[in-house]
């Protein structure tokens, strides 16, 4: 049966006329406040609940491993607080970031195993409480699961002068939840579209007067807008912290999760039929061209680590974090290849894959305050020491052809091949000796990194040794004015040693280094009244990277090259508010424009990056009563906007880049909050807007999330 279904046309302005009504919303609202309208009375205030105290960050330890305030770092950096995380009900990060500038998610679209994310253009590595997660040699991050988080940390540009092992679009990070000393946490049930049915909760506390702990755990069952898949995940995270004396603290960290998908993993289509036309018709969202019965992802992973300090004094303290990681994927996964010329049947290929994952992270760190009236100083020096070992096999073989549009599974059997191809194997050892200086000069910060590393890639399968030695640095100030007006410009340089070997000239990937400037204005609320938090930036910047590496997808899978330079450039605004506990807003523009300046194989150049939209609108507006009859109810919408974008970079296998079209969508969200519980509803994609996500080839289009709607109940404890 043929489906066809009309969609309106995209309107992204909608989305800036909606992201404009909104700035003047928070703008009279602020000022109504600093003028002294509207303010409640003492008696008033004494019924005003706090939905969201924490909403508008004000700090980060991801940009400069201190507590140096975000207006005073010489980089853009957005946090995704977990007051924003649970008032807008998001789930995953893919999810948090839709409303933050220099970003963008869901590149695979309703992946239920990672995180596919976008940075300035490259894609970012995932870091775990300041420590990097155990990549995979094909992905950035790990997938684990967002509920066990306090907060996503994006740092954009070239963060190696601190974190060694970076690409040059930046890196995120997420913060564990850690123990409290009073007793809190919360008990909830999810459920919502395509039977999403989850259980979580948290608990913290003190054991005793000088131990507190907490236990956050989750159990999730999922299917998926695809036919036929299933996905179940089990997360756990321990953690508590032990205050040894005034001036000492530790804290214990663990996680594991086990993930188990069946039915596909987030199969591909072919571009005719859902980019493209098609004789035949349009294929379905909903279609399944693998094998439901055979097709099957498992994964299971595990952390512990430890973070401890110590203050010598009031202006000396040593901190030191830790963690041991284990990280074991295994696939079987039958996959369309792409039509035969009667555009109905599909080919299809076999295809199991399996990656071990070994790695330890050792940061430690001795931070130095002094000075004068005139000039202070905060001095951060440091030593990284990591390892990590990844070894990673493959099979391929052609699958029994189905029908695309009457698909009947089982009527061939399959035979999995053996996983004789090595796709990689390779010990890698890194240590970085790192030193920061942050120069208070009056209301001028100056800020002074640099870093240098040592990297030692073996090669089990040839027995080469090769080694890498990488000094990198980072150079900004800022002026900060009384008003909370803080222009900044900075300069900075990223080292990246690449796992694997490039297919077409066999030898090892050479490391990637980039460079970037950046200049900007960031803005706090300082100068408004108390009920009003606000933080916003603008920005400025340009990266050049040499040997970036390109992962094809394509009938041979995961073929890997090394191409020569590539410059993204482009401009930044964001701003999230939280005015009188009842009004938020987050808004965001991003304006991204990369380019293949050399591809030394002759295929790319002059073409944009992949999954890089020139143009990404976004607009969330939510309000909450808190006094009055409608005490206790919220509301929010949001509208995103992204322009097309490449869906690859041409390739010996890929002749011909797909571009996928520029989308709006619009959320929503409805809630209340009564004593210790909260009920919240909310959609996804409001309209139902049907969208193809991303075609990395001809044969490997995804169709973007449908509507979700969600219904959360939860229980504070």
Same mark, same amino acid.
């Given at each position: 049966?043929?489906?066809?279904?009309?969609?309106?046309?995209?309107?992204?302005?909608?989305?800036?006329?909606?992201?404009?009504?909104?700035?003047?919303?928070?703008?009279?609202?602020?000022?109504?406040?600093?003028?002294?309208?509207?303010?409640?009375?003492?008696?008033?205030?004494?019924?005003?609940?706090?939905?969201?105290?924490?909403?508008?960050?004000?700090?980060?330890?991801?940009?400069?491993?201190?507590?140096?305030?975000?207006?005073?770092?010489?980089?853009?950096?957005?946090?995704?607080?977990?007051?924003?995380?649970?008032?807008?009900?998001?789930?995953?990060?893919?999810?948090?970031?839709?409303?933050?500038?220099?970003?963008?998610?869901?590149?695979?679209?309703?992946?239920?195993?990672?995180?596919?994310?976008?940075?300035?253009?490259?894609?970012?590595?995932?870091?775990?409480?300041?420590?990097?997660?155990?990549?995979?040699?094909?992905?950035?991050?790990?997938?684990?699961?967002?509920?066990?988080?306090?907060?996503?940390?994006?740092?954009?540009?070239?963060?190696?002068?601190?974190?060694?092992?970076?690409?040059?679009?930046?890196?995120?990070?997420?913060?564990?939840?850690?123990?409290?000393?009073?007793?809190?946490?919360?008990?909830?049930?999810?459920?919502?579209?395509?039977?999403?049915?989850?259980?979580?909760?948290?608990?913290?506390?003190?054991?005793?007067?000088?131990?507190?702990?907490?236990?956050?755990?989750?159990?999730?069952?999922?299917?998926?807008?695809?036919?036929?898949?299933?996905?179940?995940?089990?997360?756990?995270?321990?953690?508590?912290?032990?205050?040894?004396?005034?001036?000492?603290?530790?804290?214990?960290?663990?996680?594991?999760?086990?993930?188990?998908?069946?039915?596909?993993?987030?199969?591909?289509?072919?571009?005719?039929?859902?980019?493209?036309?098609?004789?035949?018709?349009?294929?379905?969202?909903?279609?399944?061209?693998?094998?439901?019965?055979?097709?099957?992802?498992?994964?299971?992973?595990?952390?512990?680590?430890?973070?401890?300090?110590?203050?010598?004094?009031?202006?000396?303290?040593?901190?030191?974090?830790?963690?041991?990681?284990?990280?074991?994927?295994?696939?079987?996964?039958?996959?369309?290849?792409?039509?035969?010329?009667?555009?109905?049947?599909?080919?299809?290929?076999?295809?199991?894959?399996?990656?071990?994952?070994?790695?330890?992270?050792?940061?430690?760190?001795?931070?130095?305050?002094?000075?004068?009236?005139?000039? #202070?100083?905060?001095?951060?020096?440091?030593? +990284?020491? *990591?390892?990590?070992?990844?070894?990673? %096999? $493959?099979?391929?073989? &052609? !699958?029994?052809?189905?029908?695309?549009?009457?698909?009947?599974?089982?009527?061939?059997?399959?035979?999995?091949?053996?996983?004789?191809?090595?796709?990689?194997?390779?010990?890698?050892?890194?240590?970085?000796?790192?030193?920061?200086?942050?120069?208070?000069?009056?209301?001028?910060?100056?800020?002074?990194?640099?870093?240098?590393?040592?990297?030692?890639?073996?090669?089990?399968?040839?027995?080469?040794?090769?080694?890498?030695?990488?000094?990198?640095?980072?150079?900004?100030?800022?002026?900060?004015?009384?008003?909370?007006?803080?222009?900044?410009?900075?300069?900075?340089?990223?080292?990246?040693?690449?796992?694997?070997?490039?297919?077409?000239?066999?030898?090892?990937?050479?490391?990637?280094?980039?460079? #970037?400037?950046?200049?900007?204005?960031?803005? +706090?609320? *300082?100068?408004?009244?108390?009920?009003? %938090? $606000?933080?916003?930036? &603008? !920005?400025?910047?340009?990266?050049?990277?040499?040997?970036?590496?390109?992962?094809?997808?394509?009938?041979?899978?995961?073929?890997?090259?090394?191409?020569?330079?590539?410059?993204?450039?482009?401009?930044?605004?964001?701003?999230?508010?939280?005015?009188?506990?009842?009004?938020?807003?987050?808004?965001?523009?991003?304006?991204?424009?990369?380019?293949?300046?050399?591809?030394?194989?002759?295929?790319?150049?002059?073409?944009?990056?992949?999954?890089?939209?020139?143009?990404?609108?976004?607009?969330?507006?939510?309000?909450?009563?808190?006094?009055?009859?409608?005490?206790?109810?919220?509301?929010?919408?949001?509208?995103?906007?992204?322009?097309?974008?490449?869906?690859?970079?041409?390739?010996?296998?890929?002749?011909?880049?797909?571009?996928?079209?520029?989308?709006?969508?619009?959320?929503?969200?409805?809630?209340?909050? $009564?004593?210790?519980?909260?009920?919240?509803?909310?959609?996804?994609?409001?309209?139902?807007?049907?969208?193809?996500?991303?075609?990395?080839?001809?044969?490997?289009?995804?169709?973007?999330?449908?509507?979700?709607?969600?219904?959360?109940?939860?229980?504070?404890?």
């Amino acid at each position: 049966m043929t489906v066809r279904q009309a969609y309106p046309r995209s309107h992204p302005q909608r989305a800036a006329l909606a992201l404009a009504v909104s700035a003047v919303c928070i703008a009279g609202a602020a000022q109504a406040q600093s003028t002294g309208a509207g303010r409640q009375s003492p008696t008033d205030l004494d019924r005003v609940t706090a939905i969201a105290p924490d909403y508008v960050p004000s700090g980060s330890m991801t940009a400069t491993k201190s507590d140096i305030p975000l207006i005073e770092t010489p980089q853009s950096i957005s946090v995704v607080t977990r007051d924003q995380i649970d008032l807008l009900s998001v789930t995953d990060v893919q999810q948090a970031i839709r409303y933050t500038a220099g970003i963008v998610g869901e590149n695979y679209g309703p992946d239920l195993r990672f995180d596919f994310l976008t940075l300035r253009g490259f894609t970012p590595k995932q870091y775990i409480d300041g420590l990097q997660a155990p990549i995979t040699t094909t992905i950035f991050n790990v997938g684990l699961d967002l509920y066990g988080f306090q907060e996503v940390d994006v740092l954009k540009g070239p963060a190696s002068v601190l974190y060694g092992n970076a690409p040059p679009g930046g890196i995120y990070n997420l913060t564990s939840r850690r123990a409290d000393t009073t007793f809190g946490g919360e008990v909830g049930v999810r459920v919502g579209s395509d039977d999403y049915r989850q259980l979580h909760g948290t608990v913290t506390g003190a054991l005793t007067d000088t131990l507190s702990g907490r236990v956050t755990a989750l159990v999730r069952e999922r299917g998926s807008q695809m036919d036929f898949v299933e996905a179940n995940r089990t997360y756990v995270a321990p953690t508590f912290t032990w205050q040894i004396g005034e001036a000492t603290q530790f804290t214990g960290l663990a996680y594991y999760q086990k993930d188990a998908n069946t039915g596909d993993t987030n199969g591909y289509l072919p571009a005719s039929g859902t980019l493209l036309g098609n004789p035949n018709g349009p294929l379905p969202r909903h279609r399944n061209l693998g094998e439901p019965d055979y097709n099957r992802y498992d994964r299971t992973q595990y952390g512990v680590g430890y973070d401890v300090s110590h203050a010598f004094s009031d202006t000396v303290r040593f901190q030191q974090n830790a963690r041991w990681n284990s990280y074991e994927e295994a696939q079987k996964l039958v996959y369309s290849t792409g039509f035969q010329a009667d555009q109905r049947t599909v080919n299809r290929s076999a295809y199991p894959y399996a990656e071990d994952v070994e790695g330890f992270a050792v940061d430690s760190r001795l931070s130095m305050t002094f000075g004068n009236d005139r000039v #202070q100083h905060a001095l951060l020096a440091g030593l +990284d020491v *990591r390892a990590l070992e990844n070894f990673a %096999r $493959l099979g391929f073989a &052609a !699958a029994p052809p189905i029908d695309a549009y009457d698909p009947v599974y089982g009527a061939a059997p399959i035979v999995t091949p053996a996983m004789t191809n090595i796709f990689n194997d390779q010990r890698v050892q890194q240590a970085g000796l790192y030193l920061q200086d942050q120069i208070r000069i009056g209301r001028t910060v100056l800020t002074a990194s640099g870093r240098f590393d040592k990297v030692e890639l073996e090669n089990r399968q040839t027995g080469v040794t090769t080694k890498q030695d990488e000094f990198t640095w980072r150079a900004g100030a800022n002026y900060v004015f009384d008003s909370g007006i803080a222009p900044y410009v900075s300069y900075a340089t990223s080292f990246e040693p690449i796992l694997g070997t490039d297919t077409a000239t066999g030898r090892a990937f050479e490391p990637s280094t980039a460079t #970037q400037v950046e200049a900007g204005v960031k803005f +706090d609320a *300082r100068g408004f009244s108390d009920d009003v %938090r $606000l933080f916003a930036t &603008a !920005a400025l910047f340009r990266i050049d990277q040499e040997n970036l590496v390109n992962v094809q997808s394509g009938q041979t899978p995961m073929f890997g090259r090394q191409i020569g330079e590539v410059r993204a450039q482009g401009g930044e605004l964001e701003i999230v508010a939280r005015v009188r506990d009842r009004l938020s807003f987050n808004g965001a523009y991003s304006y991204t424009d990369s380019e293949v300046v050399t591809d030394q194989g002759g295929f790319s150049t002059g073409d944009p990056l992949p999954t890089t939209p020139k143009h990404k609108l976004t607009g969330f507006v939510d309000y909450s009563f808190v006094d009055g009859p409608l005490a206790g109810f919220g509301a929010g919408f949001g509208a995103r906007y992204l322009s097309e974008s490449a869906g690859s970079l041409r390739s010996a296998f890929n002749a011909n880049v797909l571009y996928g079209k520029s989308t709006t969508l619009y959320d929503a969200i409805v809630r209340y909050d $009564l004593d210790n519980w909260r009920f919240a509803l909310n959609a996804s994609n409001l309209f139902d807007k049907e969208y193809v996500g991303r075609c990395s080839a001809i044969a490997n289009c995804i169709y973007g999330q449908g509507r979700q709607i969600m219904a959360t109940v939860t229980m504070k404890l």
